[in-house]
């Protein structure tokens, strides 16, 4: 379950609902094309916010020239009557972890989304605090790393057509 909110000072409104992956894309995408969408509208909100100001293009870019959007059109660019902040994004881990693409304590590799903690060394909790522990972090290039090792590479049967790739 993913819930967003977004509050102002008298005001609290409900954002966003994902209530199981019943309601996610089933393209084969495992949710992405659905979460991609709330996220980048999370992302277009929490930038007005901080910018103060109306958004002077849609979440995608494009721009507002539909004939709902005539309030939008006039609006954008100008200052926010009230400020906007993100101040609750409720999910369990689960949802967390799907929705957002990050590691559990089950993966094979690196179960720590902060560090290079093997699967096997995870209850091991000598020589940890609240902000050291000893294992490195988990840094770009492990990410990288991780990528290219769950990347299948089809190749082509034809002369012609197009290598593949599929995560």
Not at 11 to 38: F, N, P, Q, T
Not at 68 to 73: L, P
Request: aromatic letters at 8%.
């Amino acid at each position: 379950m993913l819930i967003v909110t977004e509050n102002t000072k008298h005001h609290s409104a409900l954002v966003v609902v994902c209530r199981g992956k019943d309601e996610l894309c089933s393209c084969g995408c495992r949710g992405w094309c659905s979460m991609y969408v709330i996220l980048l509208i999370i992302k277009w909100m929490a930038n007005a916010g901080a910018e103060g100001t109306y958004p002077k293009l849609r979440h995608d870019g494009s721009h507002f020239n539909q004939p709902w959007d005539e309030h939008r059109s006039n609006s954008r660019g100008l200052p926010l009557e009230v400020c906007i902040a993100i101040l609750e994004f409720k999910a369990d881990w689960p949802a967390l972890c799907e929705c957002l693409c990050l590691r559990s304590w089950s993966h094979n590799l690196s179960p720590c989304f902060g560090c290079n903690v093997s699967k096997d060394r995870l209850g091991d909790m000598n020589n940890v605090c609240l902000d050291n522990g000893p294992w490195d972090d988990y840094t770009d290039e492990d990410l990288k790393r991780d990528i290219e090792r769950s990347e299948i590479v089809a190749l082509r049967t034809k002369p012609n057509a197009p290598n593949l790739k599929m995560g």
